[in-house]
């Protein structure tokens, strides 16, 4: 697709929130990105419109079969003042590698980075200013098509929507409390845990619900096959430093491929630590914990960046995390990508994409 992106603007903007007043995902801004596919046409019609209703048929394959996928990325505004996009190629890449799983055409990765820039360059005001603050960029493909029929639609829609959101940490980042699933598995190898749908997140609804209402703030999911391996936090992918190693949960199709992630194992084997990849039982962890060599635990995200973990509990079993308290490695780690977040550090990889 060659055509150039048509603009029609909002007649009228929106008031924008205070910095103070930003929830995640509550207020949108004036604009949205839309490109259409068909099957005998490829994608078309790039175009960036007033932020509204999207029109489906009640047969729309979306709503039936779940074909869609999305992404999540952030925009920043820097000390500086510049407006910085956080790795999106790497966003799109992984946008793309759901779609195909999910049975949809990829778009092409240039108008896809292109119309998260153009997007966010015509909406740079919604980027609000404070640290920790940012706009929140929500790529998607559903499928339009409207037929009932289990097979892949033969129609879509690619939108850009964008969100003012504030600090994960309004008072700070602070060590949460996971209770480790014994009874739900979030996916198994051959699933769909490697893509970014939204049945992932529909299925881990139940778990989550129930482990807030027994005070936590999330769950570790272990393998859907064994229920032995530590996988992922339903929104998060994990990390734990046990003696002077780090080990994170490969990626074998059965957790996201975050870019958080990628980005903290760049960061920490360029600091020389020893870092694996590989599976961990959650019996390896509890028994580091009893003998004093789970030194720390965090969570690895676009929404929190790194999130400490002060507890975990296994079969009714507390495990209290470097006192409660937020390690080194933890906000050795944190501080490092914020900081080329907001333009404070040195960027070296060229992560950052100014709008």
Not at 102 to 121: E, Y
Request: proline letters at 6%; glycine letters at 10%.
């Amino acid at each position: 697709m060659n055509e150039p992106i048509r603009v029609v603007r909002a007649p009228a903007q929106k008031p924008k929130p205070k910095d103070g007043e930003l929830g995640f995902g509550q207020i949108f801004t004036d604009h949205m990105f839309v490109a259409d596919f068909q099957d005998e046409k490829g994608w078309y019609d790039p175009r960036i419109e007033p932020y509204g209703s999207i029109a489906l048929e009640p047969s729309a394959a979306v709503l039936h079969y779940a074909q869609a996928v999305f992404d999540g990325l952030k925009a920043f505004r820097g000390v500086d003042g510049k407006v910085r996009l956080f790795r999106p190629q790497k966003h799109v890449e992984r946008l793309n590698l759901s779609a195909r799983r999910m049975c949809i055409p990829p778009l092409d990765s240039g108008l896809a980075l292109q119309s998260i820039v153009q997007l966010v360059g015509m909406e740079r005001d919604w980027v609000p200013q404070t640290i920790g603050t940012s706009l929140y960029i929500r790529p998607t493909i559903i499928a339009s098509e409207a037929f009932l029929g289990v097979r892949p639609a033969k129609s879509y829609i690619y939108f850009v929507i964008l969100s003012p959101v504030g600090a994960y940490y309004p008072e700070g980042m602070a060590p949460v409390k996971i209770m480790v699933e014994e009874k739900y598995v979030r996916a198994v190898e051959g699933g769909l845990g490697g893509a970014k749908t939204g049945a992932n997140y529909a299925a881990s609804l139940m778990p989550g619900e129930e482990a807030k209402h027994d005070g936590f703030t999330q769950v570790l999911y272990l393998d859907g096959v064994h229920k032995k391996y530590i996988e992922e936090v339903g929104t998060m992918n994990i990390m734990v430093r046990i003696g002077d190693e780090v080990v994170t949960p490969p990626l074998g199709g059965t957790i996201l491929p975050g870019v958080t992630r990628d980005s903290a194992l760049v960061l920490m084997r360029r600091w020389g630590l020893k870092v694996s990849e590989r599976q961990i039982s959650i019996d390896d962890v509890v028994h580091a914990h009893k003998r004093g060599a789970l030194k720390e635990v965090w969570g690895t995200g676009t929404a929190a960046v790194i999130s400490p973990v002060g507890e975990l509990v296994y079969k009714g079993e507390r495990m209290v995390i470097h006192d409660g308290k937020i390690g080194s490695l933890t906000q050795r780690l944190y501080d490092a990508i914020v900081g080329i977040q907001y333009g404070q550090a040195p960027d070296p990889d060229g992560w950052t994409v100014e709008v």
